[in-house]
């Protein structure tokens, strides 16, 4: 039986839903830093219960905005994050690019929740936010790249 940590195996489709979840994390601090603010049977009415709230400070109220912005910029990707996986096993790209590609790319998306939430209470690290973003964005390109590239 192999290792539960083989690297040697085939791991990219698995960061699929990795993904996924690390796109939604952002939405859990939403729903706790929101408080009574979160209302589970319309969560779109937060932020705008949350604006009408004064004992929420501005930094706070920020933060939650930040952080529900993080989790839709993850949504938004992993579509195109999925499609370069699938393109790129389709073309039977080497096990050992498409593990490091999509071990990046999820490292990529941890830093970025990181960097926009908690981070960017300082204005100054908002490019670096940018820079961590493309970074995801171009791994993203590199599955689609490699994988023409193989298929060549």
């Given at each position: 039986?192999?290792?539960?940590?083989?690297?040697?195996?085939?791991?990219?489709?698995?960061?699929?839903?990795?993904?996924?979840?690390?796109?939604?994390?952002?939405?859990?601090?939403?729903?706790?830093?929101?408080?009574?603010?979160?209302?589970?049977?319309?969560?779109?009415?937060?932020?705008?219960?949350?604006?009408?709230?004064?004992?929420?400070?501005?930094?706070?109220?920020?933060?939650?905005?930040?952080?529900?912005?993080?989790?839709?910029?993850?949504?938004?990707?992993?579509g195109l994050y999925a499609a370069g996986v699938?393109?790129?096993?389709?073309?039977?790209?080497?096990?050992?690019?498409?593990?490091?590609?999509?071990?990046?790319?999820?490292?990529?998306?941890?830093?970025?929740?990181?960097?926009?939430?908690?981070?960017?209470?300082?204005?100054?690290?908002?490019?670096?936010?940018?820079?961590?973003?493309?970074?995801?964005?171009?791994?993203?390109?590199?599955?689609?790249?490699?994988?023409?590239?193989?298929?060549?």
């Open positions: 039986m192999a290792s539960f940590l083989d690297l040697s195996s085939n791991w990219s489709l698995h960061s699929i839903p990795a993904a996924f979840v690390l796109a939604l994390l952002p939405n859990f601090y939403v729903k706790f830093a929101a408080g009574k603010n979160y209302d589970l049977t319309n969560p779109r009415k937060t932020e705008e219960h949350l604006a009408k709230d004064a004992s929420i400070s501005k930094p706070q109220l920020n933060r939650i905005l930040r952080a529900k912005a993080a989790a839709d910029n993850g949504l938004e990707t992993i699938v393109a790129a096993n389709a073309a039977k790209m080497p096990v050992d690019t498409l593990n490091k590609l999509s071990s990046f790319y999820l490292v990529s998306r941890l830093v970025y929740n990181f960097v926009y939430i908690v981070l960017q209470d300082n204005r100054k690290f908002a490019p670096v936010r940018g820079l961590v973003w493309l970074a995801g964005l171009g791994t993203i390109f590199s599955f689609f790249i490699k994988a023409g590239n193989a298929l060549r």
